[in-house]
Each structure stands twice: as structure tokens, then as C-alpha cells.
């Protein structure tokens, strides 16, 4: 599988390991993001069924310098959560960075091992239960080989975490790609790339798309690792919605979350009642193509998927004993961003979506701390005296508007046996759509 671009491939990452990270700033912060946060494989790999007491095997497949590995090995300490997480790359340069950074935090869950996920098949390794591949397949000879290699050592019930490139966020950086391989030949060393690279973008034009595109900042904010990934990787394939959910469907896969799903719906973007009728019309892929293509700013897509012959069981948000969690921020800080008018605002990459809450969710969110269960919640409430059936109603509105924006999910279940859940009443009906 391996060609000349992917020897240039390796050795871009042994020059120049990527992202750019410091050992040192693991004493400042923890690096957070998707795919592989812990709540959001708990809640859109798993379904919020598997419980938090089973052990977890994990495989970071393309760790690079160790932002997932040390992420969900943090996420799984702090939480007391058993299991182990695998980091797997080519690149010794990015492995001696990613083992620093796991030695500054003190983590002991994380496993080394140095190869190519293309060696995946009867290696020995796994099974996993979840695999997390960010930022490779598109780097590779033969993507659908890569995919075919992952879910070689897939367990049964698992789940699979893909970052890959999208085009029309990526506006501008195919032109400078073209133009570098022009002023800095792919047989000259890196260090002679990145320097041409360095001169061109000191007197990039006004005009040049990537000037105008918000969506992308490795060649500003990045270093010389980021400046080489974006403008002078030998092979960079970007996909469409259409295009990446062909590549999965064809190895057997089912998308169960694009993150975030707002992103991918079409409806908050165009309030005009023809058009909605439009595109109530379309298949659910259809109507994601059509939000990637209207917004222009996605540069990358995120996608959650499992087998498509083992879809997983997901747990029903409005049952008694279901646990929500916030995603990152807390419960408290969601609802201090509710505006006067019911609606919380969610930047997407420049783009200010306004997402309609119910009157309540701000007294709904400040009880949210991820162990409290539906009822639970609605109790409290019940007591300071709100209706449950007024609390059902207002939570069956709150919760797909803050899943949808990935900032509320359903916390995996203990899988210890508790007190039986007080009861609620019996659902409503969803409200309207107008």
C-alpha cells in the first residue's frame, strides 16, 4: 500500500509532528474535542446503554502527537472508568511527544504501539470496542483499505469515531496547494518546503480565497506543523456528505451522528415555509448535502458510526430514570446563556445559529449535574412547585434542541442496580413544528 507520496507522507511527520504540542502545557490544560470525548461515545456510539462499569478497550488509529489518547485516557481516569487506550502511529517523533505527555499527567491506561493502521489486520491487536480515527483517512493510498483495516479489529457492538477533510470549508487551500507544488517540488526536503511556504504566505495576495476563509487557522495558529499539514501535504483528499457517507455505507457502516447535528440540518438556515416544505421531502443524506453546501464554513466532517447490521440501542431521553450530562460545560453555564427570549445562540465556525428553548430551561438545566435522573430532576422541580406534566412537556422540547448542538447527552448507565424512579406522567405529544 505504501507509494512515494506516503513515503513523503512519513517523512513530513517525522519533521515536523502533528499538531505542534508541548509536554509542558499538559500542567495548563487538556486539550478537548471530537471525536473521542468520553460522553459523546457513551451517548452516540453506545446509546447511552452500555454501561460505565464495563471495561472500555480503546484504539486511537493515527495518534499523532496524542490530543484523542490523552483526552479519553484523562476523561476515563477522572471518572474511574477501567479499560485502556491504544495510541497507534507511524511517526516516532509524534510518539515520543504524545509518551511525554501522557508521563506529564501521570496516566498509566495508555498502551504504545508504533505501526500503520494499515497493519491492522491480524496484528493481534484488539478487539475494540472503540476505534477513533481523526484527521488519516484522507491521507491515505486507499481510504476504503483503511476503513476495511479498522473494522478488522472491531468488536462486536462497536463503534467507530472518523474525522475527514470536507471541500467547501476548505476554500482557498487547494489554489496555495497547487501553487507550492509549483515553488516547492515535492522531491525538495521538508525543511526547503516549509520555507517557500513561509515566504509565499508573507506576501499572499489580497485576493487569495484562503485570506477569506474563517473555517481553517493551522497555517496562522498552527506552527510550522500546521503550516506544512494544511499547504504542503502530499496527498490531501477531501469528501462531500454524499461522498464520505457512500465510503462507510460500501464498508458495511451507518452513520449514527454527524457532529454537530444542527450543522446538518437545513431547516434553522432557511425559515421560508416553501423551502421547508422542500425539504421535508429530501432523505436524511440529502438534507445534510444541502446544509454543507449552503453554509460553506464545514471544513471538516465528524461522524460517529457502528456497523449498520448491529445498530446500537439507544436509551429514551424521556424515560424516569434516564441521566443527563452536559457535554463539557456545565449545566449552570448552558442556562446563563439563555437570551430574554427563550432562544440560546451556538456559534458554528462563524456561523450564529439561534436554537429555541422552552421557558423552563434555565430551571431544568441548573439541576442537570450528569447523576440526577429525569425524574429526579422533575421532582426537584415538582417540589418548588412546577407540574410534572409541565416539566414533561418543557423536557421533551429542551432535550433534542441541546442534543442537536451536541451540548446535552444521556450519561452511560452505572450498571449497578439503584431505587426504582418515581414515576412521571405519561408523555405528551411533541409540540408543533410551527
Not at 483499505?145 to 482557498?172: D, E, F, K, N, Q
Not at 423536557?395 to 451540548?407: G, K, M, T, V, Y
Request: contains cysteine; neutral net charge.
Amino acid at each position: 500500500m505504501t507509494d512515494q507520496t506516503d513515503l513523503r507522507l512519513a517523512a513530513q511527520y517525522e519533521a515536523y509532528p502533528y499538531p505542534h504540542r508541548d509536554p509542558r502545557d499538559e500542567a495548563k490544560r487538556l486539550i478537548v474535542g471530537s471525536p473521542g470525548h468520553l460522553r459523546e461515545v457513551d451517548h452516540w456510539v453506545f446509546g447511552a446503554t452500555r454501561p460505565a462499569s464495563r471495561p472500555l478497550r480503546v484504539l486511537i488509529a493515527g495518534g499523532g502527537t496524542g490530543d484523542a489518547t490523552i483526552m479519553l485516557a484523562r476523561q476515563m481516569a477522572r471518572e474511574g472508568r477501567e479499560g485502556t487506550v491504544t495510541w497507534l502511529d507511524r511517526s516516532a517523533a509524534a510518539l515520543k511527544i504524545a509518551q511525554a505527555r501522557a508521563a506529564a499527567r501521570g496516566l498509566t491506561n495508555i498502551v504504545w504501539e508504533q505501526r500503520s493502521l494499515l497493519d491492522l489486520p491480524g496484528s493481534g491487536l484488539g478487539p475494540f470496542d472503540y476505534i477513533d480515527c481523526c484527521g488519516v483517512l484522507h491521507h491515505l493510498p486507499d481510504p476504503e483499505a483503511g476503513v476495511r483495516a479498522l473494522l478488522s479489529v472491531l468488536a462486536t457492538g462497536g463503534g467507530i469515531g472518523l474525522m475527514v477533510y470536507a471541500p467547501h470549508g476548505r476554500t482557498g487551500i487547494y489554489m496555495i496547494q497547487d501553487g507550492l507544488r509549483l515553488l516547492a517540488p515535492a522531491h525538495e526536503t521538508p525543511a526547503a518546503r516549509l520555507d517557500v511556504a513561509r515566504r509565499v504566505m508573507k506576501h499572499l495576495p489580497e485576493t487569495a480565497w484562503l485570506r477569506a476563509n474563517r473555517s481553517v487557522t493551522d497555517h496562522l495558529s498552527g506552527g510550522d506543523a500546521g503550516l506544512y499539514d494544511l499547504l504542503l501535504n502530499p496527498r490531501d483528499q477531501a469528501y462531500t456528505v454524499p461522498a464520505l457517507h457512500d465510503l462507510l455505507a460500501r464498508a458495511g457502516l451507518a452513520i449514527t451522528c454527524w457532529v454537530e447535528p444542527i450543522r446538518y440540518d437545513p431547516v434553522p438556515l432557511l425559515p421560508d415555509p416553501r423551502l421547508r416544505a422542500r425539504i421535508a421531502t429530501l432523505a436524511p443524506v440529502e438534507r445534510a448535502a444541502l446544509a454543507e453546501a449552503l453554509v460553506g464554513n464545514i471544513a471538516a466532517h465528524i461522524v460517529y458510526c457502528t456497523r449498520a447490521d448491529e445498530p446500537p440501542d439507544r436509551a429514551d431521553p424521556f424515560s424516569p430514570d434516564a441521566v443527563p450530562i452536559c457535554r463539557e460545560m456545565t449545566g449552570e453555564d448552558l442556562a446563563k446563556g439563555i437570551q430574554g427570549n427563550n432562544t440560546l445562540f451556538v456559534g458554528l465556525d462563524g456561523l450564529r445559529v439561534p436554537v429555541p428553548v422552552p421557558p423552563m430551561a434555565g430551571a431544568i438545566l441548573r439541576l442537570v449535574d450528569g447523576k440526577r435522573s429525569v425524574a429526579e430532576i422533575g421532582a426537584l422541580l415538582a417540589a418548588r412547585g412546577t407540574g410534572l406534566e409541565a416539566f414533561a412537556r418543557a423536557w421533551q422540547r429542551l432535550f433534542p434542541a441541546l442534543e442537536s448542538i451536541n451540548r446535552l447527552l444521556l450519561a452511560a448507565p452505572a450498571g449497578l442496580s439503584g431505587p426504582e424512579p418515581m414515576p412521571m406522567p405519561a408523555r405528551a405529544p411533541p409540540p408543533s413544528a410551527a
